[in-house]
């Protein structure tokens, strides 16, 4: 019964240990590293739930520029990509990750467009979602915040410099610093 | 649920109104005129005065689903009369998006509806 019982706690901190959320800060670009932003309160929270393979995501923008749209993605790092990431159609090549250049550094990648973070009078603003079910894997990643928003969207701007650069990255400070994200 | 998959639609506040201030917690109020007077317009045979605050934008996914939440505050004691909208796109009095056409501002949906000037109170005690 004593043996049961500890299996059954180590188990459940298992699952604890992988739920457990993720908090990292942005840093300036790829595109863009003027914008304004606070570094220091702004972050990123991320976790995945084992059980549901869900991944939820909290993006927090702090002192950026006022009243503005700013489109949050993941970048997946990859040579080929599945359409979907999720609930969300991912943007490749016919399925082959796009090669691209930013901070003198080449790789290929693979985006997926998650929503949009307004900000208020002061720059601030939020926005949470959650993707799934993911399929099982490993993702190496980077999220991105845009200078604008409708990149790969309907009802927005066009994708250009103006809209689609990247103004935040995270983790950086340079473009392919990732995050892995294992879905079990 | 069940809207246009991949789409932005921006959703917002319309505050019925006579004169309003220019801000709404933290956010700007629009459509103001000179002195704080509200806009009049005129939608679905209606014509009544109003403003608008911009909270958000709601992306949607391949299903055509999307949500989104906002704190809005702190607020001035009142009561407000106010219209929710989602409009047809993303940009309209905000940087970064479409331009504040037809194509992005138009209203898809408005709450409760379904006409213009149907309104629900919000009151800030």
Redesign the interface.
């Given at each position: 019964m004593k043996r049961i019982f500890l299996m059954v706690v180590a188990l459940l901190l298992s699952v604890i240990a992988a739920s457990a959320a993720t908090t990292q800060k942005w840093t300036a670009g790829w595109d863009n590293f003027s914008e304004p932003l606070n570094y220091n309160k702004s972050k990123i929270t991320w976790s995945v739930n084992p059980t549901t393979s869900k991944l939820s995501v909290t993006f927090k923008l702090v002192g950026a520029?006022p009243?503005?749209?700013?489109?949050v993605t993941i970048h997946f790092f990859c040579t080929t990509f599945p359409p979907?990431f999720?609930?969300?159609?991912t943007e490749t090549n016919n399925g082959a990750c796009v090669t691209i250049t930013r901070q003198g550094v080449t790789a290929s990648v693979a985006a997926v467009?998650?929503?949009?973070v307004?900000t208020?009078?002061?720059g601030?603003?939020t926005?949470?979602v959650v993707v799934g079910p993911v399929a099982s894997g490993t993702y190496t990643i980077e999220f991105v915040a845009r200078?604008?928003?409708?990149c790969?969207?309907?009802?927005?701007?066009p994708c250009d410099t103006?809209?689609a650069a990247g103004d935040f990255q995270s983790p950086g400070p340079t473009f392919g610093d990732t995050t892995t994200i294992t879905i079990p | 649920m069940g809207a246009?998959p991949?789409?932005?639609?921006q959703v917002d506040l319309t505050i019925f109104c006579t004169t309003f201030p220019t801000?709404f917690?933290?956010?700007?109020v629009l459509g103001l005129n000179p002195y704080g007077t509200c806009q009049t317009n005129t939608r679905q045979g209606v014509t009544a005065s109003e403003a608008f605050v911009?909270?958000?934008?709601v992306?949607t996914?391949?299903?055509g689903?999307?949500s989104?939440?906002v704190v809005v505050g702190p607020v001035p004691s009142g009561t407000y009369n106010v219209e929710f909208r989602v409009l047809?796109?993303?940009?309209c009095?905000?940087?970064?998006?479409?331009p504040c056409d037809q194509?992005?501002s138009s209203a898809d949906f408005q709450s409760p509806g379904p006409i213009f000037g149907d309104t629900t109170t919000i009151t800030v005690p």
């Open positions: 520029t009243s503005k749209l700013y489109q979907t999720g609930q969300f159609p467009e998650l929503g949009v307004t208020d009078i002061n601030n603003g926005f949470a200078n604008g928003a409708g790969g969207l309907v009802g927005g701007g103006n809209h | 246009t991949g789409k932005l639609y801000t917690g933290q956010f700007p911009e909270v958000g934008v992306a996914d391949m299903h689903n999307g989104f939440k047809n796109g993303a940009g009095g905000l940087i970064g998006g479409g194509d992005h």
